[in-house]
């Protein structure tokens, strides 16, 4: 099984509790054709870089998961079909990104380096 990320963007115009069960949607998609889902990240209402259909903001959601590359096309498929989604992208990561991920998931680029120690002369 390959690992992926996808980015999902719905419209601003959904309310949060919307917005949670369209995501719900596709994690249950994933969830039913056998992937496993390592982390889901939402980050909320933010800005567009520029506008979709007349619109600025959109609620953001981040899934990694890992499943078999037929999957991936019927999630895609799915996606295009709702009308909420302004945007989408999926990616297939590789050692380095996944080894990226680990390492951000457990906090190792939060914490602070130690001070080097001066040598007495």
Known sequence: MQQYEIV????PLLSEETAKEAIGKYSKI???NGAEIVQEDNWGLRKLAYPIQKKTTGYYHLTEFRAPGDLIN???VEL????R???FL????DKHAIAYNEKKRSGAFNQKK????????
Request: cysteine-free; overall charge negative.
């Open 30 to 32: 994933l969830s039913d």
């Open 8 to 11: 999902i963007i719905l419209t």
């Open 80 to 83: 295009r079909r709702d009308e």
């Open 85 to 87: 989604v302004l945007r």
């Open 114 to 121: 130690q001070p080097k120690e001066e040598a007495a002369s």
């Open 90 to 93: 999926t990616i297939a990561l």
């Open 74 to 76: 019927k999630l895609e």
